[in-house]
Every structure is written in structure tokens, then in C-alpha cells.
């Protein structure tokens, strides 16, 4: 079966079923699993109304896409981006699917998101549209059902808003949602974990092409939760850090940070 080439305007969803139709090509997949392997299980769109702080009211949309639950409960972060769609969703649904696999945790694939630029939102406004998305979504979530986890424009902080909102409905339950405050039973190291794994993932390439971590020239793109964190560890190794941008910008030097 020859599998198509994704083109540069095709969304993450056709990036994904084209890299698992490869891979299904080399494990001489038969058509049905094939089928079963692109098909998420469930998919959920939700509108979220939310009154503004100034009176008004907005009708925000969110998404939570469970790509499998046969390995153990799905898992997934949630982010709240302007371009967050359905395809989009999918995607990293399904690539969490792999990843877990991977690396042979007993989870499935999940995401979610909500359609949305979080900058524009007062921290009381960004509480109550979490909220609502877990209102509408909570019968589906649940330690032994869908675990969600933070993402793009998420944090400790939203969590912590998940897991009290769900605990309403269900009592409490901080095994509900990952990326928690310690002091509410996160996990030690979850903040700087995403940076951890850019690092050792680097490390790991340096080595395999003979290249010297010491010393090394690093640019970083993306300088948030995760790019900060990173830069941290590359400095650490004794590496140098000459680049770093974000959407603002970015800045450069030739000596490198310390």
C-alpha cells in the first residue's frame, strides 16, 4: 500500500495518519488495524459561554479528543491556543497514543484544547472559562477514564483549577489531572520536565555525532516554561547559550549566557 506524502499546507491531522501509515507498511499492518490505529475513539466539541468582566458576554469553543484507552486511562495535555481546531487536536491525541506506547506506560492518547488567546483574558476571566470547559466535560475525565495534563498556555496554576472543579463534581480526586503544584500532589520535577527531556534528547544526538556538549553553541527557539528550563541545563553541561526568541523577539550574544 503506498502511503501519501502530506503537503506543506495539509493540517497535523494528515501529518500524522501518513507517519503511522508508514510505519504500519514496515509492520505489514493489515487494512483494518490500520483503520482502528487513525480512528480516535471519542470526540468531543463543546461551546464554553463566558461572561467577560466587563459585563459581556463571549461563546469560547473547546475540544477534548480521546484518541485510545486501550493500554490504560487516556492522557493528554490541554492547551488554549487561537488556533486550536478539531484536526489539530486529533493530531497530538494520536501522537500521544504513540508516545506512551513508546516508552511503555500504561496510558492512552488524549488532548484537548480551547479556542482561544489566553493574553486577552484577565486571570479571573481565564478562571471561569477553565472551569466551564471542565463543566462540560467532566462526566468524560477521570483517573481510570482521561487524565489531562498542561500544554501550550497552560500551567501549574490552570490545573490546579481543573482539579478543584472536577473534585466538585466528583469529590476530591487529585489524581484527576498531572501538572499540579507539588503542595496539592504534583509531582517533584513536572515543571522543568518538558526542558529536561529537549536537553537529554540533544545530549543524546551529540553524542551519536561525536560532537562535544562542552563548549557547544546553542540557539533556543520558544523561550517559555520549556525553553527556559532547557537553556538552564545546557548551560549547566557547559554549553553556551548565544540565541534565544520568543513571539516578542529574541536576543543574541557571541560570548554566551551564564
Same mark, same amino acid.
Given at each position: 500500500?503506498?502511503?501519501?506524502?502530506?503537503?506543506?499546507?495539509?493540517?497535523?491531522?494528515?501529518?500524522?495518519?501518513?507517519?503511522?501509515?508508514?510505519?504500519?507498511?514496515?509492520?505489514?499492518?493489515?487494512?483494518?488495524?490500520?483503520?482502528?490505529?487513525?480512528?480516535?475513539?471519542?470526540?468531543?466539541?463543546?461551546?464554553?459561554?463566558?461572561?467577560?468582566?466587563?459585563?459581556?458576554?463571549?461563546?469560547?469553543?473547546?475540544?477534548?479528543?480521546?484518541? /485510545?484507552?486501550? !493500554?490504560?486511562? +487516556?492522557? #493528554?495535555?490541554?492547551? *488554549?491556543?487561537?488556533?486550536?481546531? =478539531?484536526?489539530?487536536?486529533?493530531?497530538?491525541?494520536?501522537?500521544?497514543?504513540?508516545?506512551?506506547?513508546?516508552?511503555?506506560?500504561?496510558?492512552?492518547?488524549?488532548?484537548?484544547?480551547?479556542?482561544?488567546?489566553?493574553?486577552?483574558?484577565?486571570?479571573?476571566?481565564?478562571?471561569?472559562?477553565?472551569?466551564?470547559?471542565?463543566?462540560?466535560?467532566?462526566?468524560?475525565?477521570?483517573?481510570?477514564?482521561?487524565?489531562?495534563?498542561?500544554?501550550?498556555?497552560?500551567?501549574?496554576?490552570?490545573?490546579?483549577?481543573?482539579?478543584?472543579?472536577?473534585?466538585?463534581?466528583?469529590?476530591?480526586?487529585?489524581?484527576?489531572?498531572?501538572?499540579?503544584?507539588?503542595?496539592?500532589?504534583? /509531582?517533584?520535577? !513536572?515543571?522543568? +520536565?518538558? #526542558?529536561?527531556?529537549? *536537553?537529554?534528547?540533544?545530549?543524546? =544526538?551529540?553524542?551519536?555525532?561525536?560532537?562535544?556538549?562542552?563548549?557547544?553553541?546553542?540557539?533556543?527557539?520558544?523561550?517559555?516554561?520549556?525553553?527556559?528550563?532547557?537553556?538552564?541545563?545546557?548551560?549547566?553541561?557547559?554549553?553556551?547559550?548565544?540565541?534565544?526568541?520568543?513571539?516578542?523577539?529574541?536576543?543574541?550574544?557571541?560570548?554566551?549566557?551564564?
Amino acid at each position: 500500500m503506498e502511503t501519501p506524502t502530506p503537503q506543506d499546507h495539509e493540517d497535523p491531522r494528515e501529518i500524522v495518519v501518513h507517519n503511522v501509515l508508514k510505519a504500519a507498511d514496515r509492520l505489514g499492518l493489515d487494512s483494518e488495524m490500520r483503520t482502528l490505529l487513525n480512528m480516535p475513539f471519542r470526540e468531543v466539541r463543546v461551546e464554553i459561554p463566558l461572561r467577560m468582566d466587563n459585563g459581556s458576554l463571549r461563546i469560547f469553543v473547546g475540544y477534548r479528543v480521546q484518541h /485510545s484507552g486501550v !493500554r490504560g486511562p +487516556a492522557k #493528554g495535555g490541554i492547551r *488554549f491556543h487561537p488556533s486550536t481546531g =478539531l484536526n489539530e487536536v486529533r493530531a497530538l491525541a494520536a501522537a500521544m497514543t504513540w508516545k506512551t506506547a513508546l516508552v511503555n506506560l500504561p496510558f492512552g492518547g488524549a488532548k484537548g484544547g480551547i479556542n482561544v488567546d489566553p493574553k486577552e483574558l484577565s486571570t479571573t476571566e481565564l478562571q471561569r472559562l477553565t472551569r466551564g470547559y471542565i463543566r462540560r466535560i467532566h462526566l468524560l475525565l477521570g483517573p481510570y477514564r482521561d487524565i489531562p495534563a498542561p500544554d501550550m498556555n497552560t500551567n501549574a496554576q490552570v490545573m490546579t483549577w481543573i482539579f478543584d472543579e472536577y473534585s466538585a463534581h466528583h469529590g476530591y480526586t487529585p489524581a484527576c489531572v498531572t501538572g499540579k503544584p507539588v503542595e496539592l500532589g504534583g /509531582s517533584l520535577g !513536572r515543571e522543568s +520536565a518538558t #526542558g529536561r527531556g529537549v *536537553f537529554c534528547v540533544t545530549e543524546a =544526538l551529540l553524542k551519536d555525532l561525536r560532537i562535544p556538549m562542552a563548549g557547544a553553541r546553542v540557539a533556543i527557539q520558544g523561550f517559555g516554561n520549556v525553553g527556559s528550563f532547557a537553556a538552564g541545563f545546557f548551560v549547566d553541561a557547559g554549553a553556551k547559550v548565544i540565541a534565544v526568541s520568543d513571539i516578542n523577539g529574541g536576543s543574541s550574544t557571541r560570548k554566551g549566557w551564564t
